[in-house]
């Protein structure tokens, strides 16, 4: 049994730190790697971005809009890949599909924050559908096909409610 005195890192998956300016017999003496002369040989200099006083790029380009901190970001799903789903087998067309069923087949790779239904395909099964927001091409297809949707997205407070 190995004593905790006696343990040490494996063979080769430690190196000693290189020191900088200790001669020239080191290999790294003088300079330090650092070349010669000028703003970046010195200590304390960040410069990313700098173009010599010429207005950076980042700062010639156009700016437009914002993106909000709070957003959501949604895994989308058309309705032709659920119906693709279901001919291969890996959803069930007569059980309830939710994210959980979505993400089981291999529908979506991950929930983000809720699934958002998207009407681009044709849908043929009836389906008990529950996600958080779908578009109405999507609602109508579904309620074509004889499915149901329920969505989980919470209704925006009416104007009327605030006055």
């Known amino acids: ?15 000693n730190r290189m020191r900088v300016g200790r001669g020239p017999g080191s290999g790294k003496g003088k300079t330090a790697g650092r070349g010669v002369k000028g703003q970046k040989a010195r200590s304390g200099v960040s410069i990313h971005g700098f173009e010599g006083g010429q207005m950076p790029l980042h700062m010639r380009m156009p700016k437009r809009g914002f993106t909000s901190r709070n957003r959501k970001d949604f895994a989308e799903v058309n309705l ?20 959980d069923a979505l ?33 109405a091409s999507a ?19 009416a104007e009327d409610a605030k006055a």
Do not use: C, F, H
């Open 80 to 99: 032709w890949r659920i119906e693709q789903a279901i001919a291969a087998g890996k959803l069930d067309a007569k059980a309830a599909i939710d994210t």
């Open 103 to 135: 993400l089981k087949a291999g529908v979506i790779r991950r929930a983000k924050d809720g699934v958002k239904l998207l009407g681009e395909g044709d849908l043929t099964s009836t389906l008990t559908l529950t996600v958080y927001s779908a578009t």
């Open 1 to 15: 049994m190995t004593k905790l005195n006696e343990l040490s890192p494996r063979e080769g998956s430690t190196k």
């Open 139 to 157: 609602r109508a297809a579904v309620e074509k096909a004889g499915g149901t949707l329920t969505t989980t997205k919470p209704e925006a407070p």
